[in-house]
């Protein structure tokens, strides 16, 4: 059994104190790899200096909505020179939050950013990790134009069904995580039950979005295997043949070694 957490942020401070222990429990999980996601410049330095040091860790450099400024030229130079490194996989993560931002040229400079990224994913021929809230709107029209030409996923899918229709035929993968188990999750897990295996990929995006029993406190990579199994037994599927089909697509979209 090998599963992969696809989308986590262990970098920070939430892990100061036993980051090594928590790695460890991934393990224990069956979690062979984790990709760490960067969401500011400062974050992404991090991620790709935890990818260098920790054997089972990946990352995907990039800047998250939340984070929104002017980029520069050399904002560009530097993500791309972290992805020289055989660890770094991805441009991520990126995307359009307006759920956080209300104003109107904070969010157009957030789909410049994301435009940007896109661009320099494609000159890299490098997948990216996209962040869609509540802009579901704007985001088709971006991959449907601009993004027309990227590969990747859609992290934490909170879209309708049509939506996910289209991400599918457009080739996108979907990232299932922790709220899937939630008792009030209703139109995500109708979704689930609709998706094709090959095109699933399930992440925690710890230290955020813990699975049921562990709601509320903080997430943790060694937890994929829990949202998994809800996601295979809502599918009725064997969770060993959901868990491999899973981690074999995580592999194909990042370009993983199969060897740990
Ligand atoms: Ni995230």
New binding site residues.
């Given amino acids: 059994m090998e599963l992969i957490d696809t989308?986590a942020?262990i970098d920070g401070e939430a892990y100061a104190e036993d980051r090594s222990e928590m790695l460890v429990r991934a393990k224990q999980a069956d979690v062979v790899q984790i990709i760490n996601?960067g969401?500011s410049m400062e974050s992404s330095a991090r991620s790709a200096a935890l990818a260098e040091s920790e054997p089972m860790v990946f990352t995907g450099v990039g800047v998250?909505p939340e984070e929104v400024f002017k980029m520069t030229d050399a904002d560009d130079e530097q993500l791309a020179a972290w992805t020289k490194s055989p660890k770094v996989i991805a441009i991520g993560?990126i995307g359009l939050d307006y759920y956080w931002e209300k104003d109107q040229e904070k969010r157009a400079l957030q789909r410049e950013m994301f435009i940007r990224q896109l661009s320099l994913a494609r000159e890299l021929d490098l997948p990216v990790c996209i962040?869609d809230r509540e802009a579901h709107g704007d985001m088709m029209s971006i991959l449907k134009t601009e993004g027309r030409k990227n590969r990747g996923v859609i992290?934490?899918f909170s879209g309708s069904w049509e939506m996910a229709a289209e991400l599918l035929k457009l080739g996108w993968y979907l990232g299932i995580d922790g709220p899937i188990t939630y008792k009030n999750a209703v139109k995500a897990p109708e979704i689930l039950r609709k998706l094709p295996l090959e095109r699933i990929l399930v992440e925690t995006?710890s230290p955020?979005l813990s699975p049921q029993p562990y709601r509320g406190k903080r997430n943790e990579p060694a937890y994929v295997r829990t949202t998994a199994e809800f996601a295979a037994s809502v599918r009725g599927e064997a969770f060993e043949e959901f868990a491999l089909q899973t981690t074999k697509n995580a592999r194909e979209l990042y370009s993983l070694p199969s060897k740990v």
């Fill in positions: 989308h942020h996601f969401d998250h993560e962040h992290h934490c995006d955020y």
